[in-house]
């Protein structure tokens, strides 16, 4: 065998590996994003009655049934945050939607998120990056006379109540710490960070008048439902312009105490978005 044909021989067995390297690159399937059975994502109708805030998110472990929700809060739970931690156009938060999905059979909790997701990529062409953003915050820390509940024992019932009372606003539900600070996120002026150290569920019952520090409270709302956790119901006006705020009633209730600080956030920004989102 001369020298020319040991150099052929050696191109050919080299061209052979490579060929296979490459099919076994190539051939290989990617991963596929989980998604729904079937979806429909459609812009909301106009309320009856304007002054009035209607949400309503499902229960039904077979079926995402979303009504006249903003694609913020659709985002949020997607990506497993909190309305703050979204930062997009202004529309995100005006224009609303009805979102029906079907959940294929034997499917995991944890993957409807990412279902979510890929609706949001699909629909809205929905385009994020992730960031941290120091901003001002609430944390949420043991006040000096002593935290003052005892944990539940069992499982929690899963249900959160947010309402206007007779005296001004009331809360209540059997929660985590971390969980009321979450739900405190979502009512006051900046995110509440919980830094008390304490673990356990706990039976959580406030009442306080609405202040300067609140977002959106004196806004006529009701929420029906929620899912693991969630769920909320709010109706009516506050009565009593003299009451106690909800620094105060957490203070005196709890034994807790709200720390203005500033902390860097999580913050998912939105790039791109459709407002006007494919058909179904």
């Given at each position: 065998?001369?020298?020319?044909?040991?150099?052929?021989?050696?191109?050919?067995?080299?061209?052979?590996?490579a060929?296979?390297?490459?099919?076994?690159?190539?051939?290989?399937?990617?991963?596929?994003?989980?998604?729904?059975?079937v979806?429909?994502?459609?812009?909301?109708?106009?309320?009856a009655?304007?002054?009035?805030?209607?949400?309503?998110?499902?229960?039904?472990?077979?079926?995402?049934?979303?009504?006249?929700v903003?694609?913020?809060?659709?985002i949020?739970?997607?990506?497993?945050?909190?309305?703050?931690?979204?930062?997009?156009?202004?529309?995100?938060?005006?224009?609303?939607?009805?979102i029906?999905?079907?959940?294929?059979?034997?499917?995991?909790?944890?993957?409807?998120?990412?279902?979510?997701?890929?609706?949001?990529?699909?629909?809205?062409?929905?385009?994020?990056?992730r960031?941290?953003?120091?901003?001002?915050?609430?944390?949420?820390?043991?006040?000096?006379s002593?935290?003052?509940?005892?944990?539940?024992?069992?499982?929690?019932?899963?249900r959160?109540?947010?309402?206007?009372?007779?005296?001004?606003?009331?809360?209540?539900?059997?929660?985590?710490?971390s969980?009321?600070?979450?739900?405190?996120?979502?009512?006051?002026?900046?995110?509440?960070v919980?830094?008390?150290?304490?673990?356990?569920?706990y039976?959580?019952?406030?009442?306080?008048?609405?202040?300067e520090?609140?977002?959106?409270?004196?806004?006529?709302?009701?929420?029906?439902?929620?899912?693991?956790?969630g769920?909320?119901?709010?109706?009516?006006?506050?009565?009593?312009?003299?009451?106690?705020?909800i620094?105060?009633?957490?203070?005196?209730?709890?034994?807790?105490?709200?720390?203005?600080?500033?902390?860097?956030?999580?913050i998912?920004?939105?790039?791109?978005?459709?407002?006007v989102?494919?058909?179904?």
């Amino acid at each position: 065998m001369n020298f020319m044909m040991l150099q052929t021989i050696r191109v050919n067995v080299c061209a052979g590996l490579a060929l296979l390297t490459a099919g076994a690159v190539f051939g290989q399937t990617p991963a596929t994003a989980p998604a729904f059975e079937v979806a429909s994502v459609k812009p909301a109708p106009p309320p009856a009655n304007p002054g009035e805030l209607k949400v309503q998110i499902g229960s039904d472990p077979g079926m995402i049934d979303y009504k006249n929700v903003s694609l913020k809060m659709v985002i949020a739970r997607a990506y497993d945050l909190k309305e703050f931690q979204v930062s997009g156009p202004d529309w995100l938060d005006t224009t609303r939607f009805d979102i029906m999905a079907k959940v294929p059979p034997n499917t995991p909790k944890s993957q409807i998120p990412l279902m979510l997701q890929s609706l949001l990529a699909e629909r809205f062409k929905l385009k994020v990056h992730r960031e941290q953003k120091v901003m001002p915050v609430y944390a949420m820390v043991v006040a000096k006379s002593g935290f003052k509940l005892k944990p539940l024992e069992g499982e929690p019932e899963g249900r959160m109540r947010n309402m206007f009372s007779p005296k001004g606003r009331a809360f209540s539900g059997q929660m985590t710490l971390s969980a009321l600070a979450a739900a405190l996120s979502q009512m006051l002026d900046r995110p509440v960070v919980d830094l008390s150290g304490i673990k356990g569920t706990y039976d959580i019952d406030l009442e306080w008048v609405p202040d300067e520090h609140e977002s959106g409270a004196l806004t006529k709302m009701r929420i029906m439902g929620g899912q693991a956790g969630g769920g909320a119901e709010a109706h009516g006006e506050t009565s009593d312009p003299n009451g106690q705020s909800i620094f105060g009633a957490l203070q005196e209730k709890l034994g807790l105490r709200l720390e203005g600080r500033k902390s860097p956030v999580d913050i998912l920004v939105v790039d791109g978005a459709e407002k006007v989102p494919t058909e179904n």
